[in-house]
């Protein structure tokens, strides 16, 4: 029986052909993930992507800082006594 053998285009072809199904993957989770990411092209995406990541941490860090104050806001109230009026 006679061994077939792979040209070298072969394998350059399906690595090619494996790496533009794993973008093409990779882009559709960023389209279910982004907000709008339906609505745009490709390098768009990419764009809005970026922008979205932005704002997240924005709002993060907003989170964060009102996290911080209500917590010394009711460190404040245990430590002080209750004032009743007289």
């Given at each position: 029986m006679e061994e077939r053998r792979r040209s070298p285009c072969q394998g350059r072809r399906r690595r090619r052909r494996r790496a533009a199904e794993t973008m093409d993957r990779k882009?559709?989770?960023?389209?279910?993930?982004?907000?709008g990411g339906n609505a745009?092209?490709?390098d768009r995406l990419l764009l809005?992507?970026?922008d979205y990541i932005v704002?997240?941490?924005a709002r993060i860090?907003?989170?964060?800082?009102?996290s911080d104050l209500v917590a010394v806001t009711n460190h404040m109230a245990?430590?002080?006594?209750a004032v009743t009026p007289s």
């Open positions: 882009v559709r989770e960023l389209r279910r993930l982004v907000p745009v092209p490709a809005r992507t970026t704002r997240l941490r860090e907003l989170l964060r800082a009102l245990v430590a002080m006594p």
